[in-house]
DNA sequence: ATTATTTGACCCAA
DNA sequence: TTGGGTCAAATAAT
């Protein structure tokens, strides 16, 4: 197996192309240790999940850090040893609430390009990250909703909306500015992906078309703590 | 059988 | 000596 340092020499060619979040520290700097032989890029972002910035992880450790409720998480690039790959973040939760929110620390660009996902798929997952935290704000405050329509829940269909709402806005946004390439009717890796994730609704391939009020109410029904750490400026 | 995760041990800089 | 980061064997999941 590798050294720890024998991936430091990699040089970091390719941005990563995550999806848009409240990026609270962009730096770059050179490590005090006087053998890393290259600058150590790293960045900090809060997200609400984490787990789905479109690039597949690897565990390889859990410590829990002195002062912190929780512990950290420590993930490399699934790709570190097919393509020597030097990405790594850490995940860490900063509090109790509900949906929890995260702390990602993340070292070293990607060079397995073979892994960065589409802009448009990218941009699916941010969609996805909207809907479900809104789905579990709303079910905290109203519990008795989700216990709705058999079960199936009448928040969930809502949810269902928002997200099938959403994806047709992305989908315009993804038709017009790939000239026109993007199949909006096909059954896309990025929705496929979303349908193989069991933590995700289930979502209809059929699209709705986007409403204007729709659009208009969920923005109005959202708090200023959801603009902010999900980034919605794309979408206002 | 293969791949991913867990977790105690180890390394090393401060 | 301490604490953060990583390793790697054991275990779990697929």
């Not at 040089?11 to 848009?20: E, L, R, V, W």
């Not at 996805?128 to 079960?151: M, N, W, Y």
């Not at 315009?172 to 896309?188: F, I, K, L, P, R």
């Amino acid at each position: 197996m590798a050294k720890r340092d024998d991936y430091m020499d990699s040089s970091c060619g390719c941005s990563n192309g995550t999806p848009k979040r409240l990026v609270q520290d962009c730096s770059s700097y050179a490590q005090a240790h006087a053998k890393k032989k290259v600058r150590i890029s790293t960045r900090t972002e809060y997200t609400y999940a984490p787990y789905h910035d479109g690039y597949q992880w690897r565990k390889y450790g859990q410590k829990m850090i002195r002062g912190n409720a929780y512990p950290r998480c420590y993930y490399r690039c699934t790709y570190h040893q097919d393509h020597g790959c030097p990405a790594t973040k850490h995940v860490e939760q900063t509090n109790s609430q509900d949906p929890p929110l995260f702390r990602v620390i993340y070292t070293n660009e990607h060079t397995c390009c073979s892994t960065h996902v589409s802009d448009y798929m990218a941009s699916s997952i941010h969609i996805q990250q909207i809907a479900d935290a809104s789905l579990r704000k709303v079910e905290v405050e109203i519990p008795s909703l989700t216990h709705c329509f058999d079960g199936h829940g009448l928040i969930k269909e809502e949810n269902d909306a928002i997200i099938s709402s959403l994806t047709a806005i992305s989908d315009y946004d993804v038709a017009t500015s790939d000239g026109g390439h993007a199949a909006v009717q096909e059954d896309t890796p990025a929705r496929m992906s979303r349908s193989s994730n069991e933590a995700s609704p289930s979502i209809s391939p059929v699209l709705l078309p986007a409403s204007d009020n729709l659009k208009t109410d969920f923005i109005e029904q959202l708090e200023p703590q959801w603009f902010e750490p999900l980034d919605l400026g794309w979408f206002i």
